[in-house]
Structure formats: C-alpha cells, structure tokens
C-alpha cells in the first residue's frame, strides 16, 4: 500500500517505475490455488468438508475441461 500511496503522488514516469516494483512484489508472493485449468482436481486430489455431502467422486475426470459444473452442483447440500 505504500507503493499505491507514493504513485499517487509523483509523475508519471516515477509512476511507471513504482508500478513495475509493485508487480514484482506480487509475482515473488504470488500463492497458486488451482481452480481452472490442470488443477489438482484433474489429477484426482478433491477435498470438501466433512458436512459437504452427494459430491461425485470424480467430477473432474468427465471433460476435458474440468469444472463443477459437469459435477451436477445443483445436487449438492450439506448435512446439518
């Protein structure tokens, strides 16, 4: 937020300078939570809590691109 702060007040070069510092700090941070594309899911490794319940076991082994949406999310509920 620093960063942020000081662009607001400089020109635009300094600008430019402080945003590519910024982006840096966020790629070095950068934490990966796969939720489309090649996820864990696809290489079968689910989890959901112990309540979540009519959870298929292989949701994302049935299409290409896997998603909930071909796991029939509308069928999920939780148990009290």
Request: glycine share 8%; no cysteine; charged share 20%.
């Amino acid at each position: 937020m620093e960063i942020v702060d000081q662009a607001k007040t400089v020109a635009p070069e300094q600008q430019a300078e402080l945003a590519q510092e910024l982006f840096r700090i966020w790629v070095d941070n950068l934490w990966k939570v796969g939720t489309i594309g090649l996820t864990s899911m696809v290489q079968g490794v689910g989890m959901a809590n112990t309540k979540f319940r009519n959870i298929a076991h292989d949701p994302g082994q049935r299409r290409a691109a896997p998603g909930p949406g071909n796991a029939r999310v509308e069928q999920f509920l939780f148990a009290r």
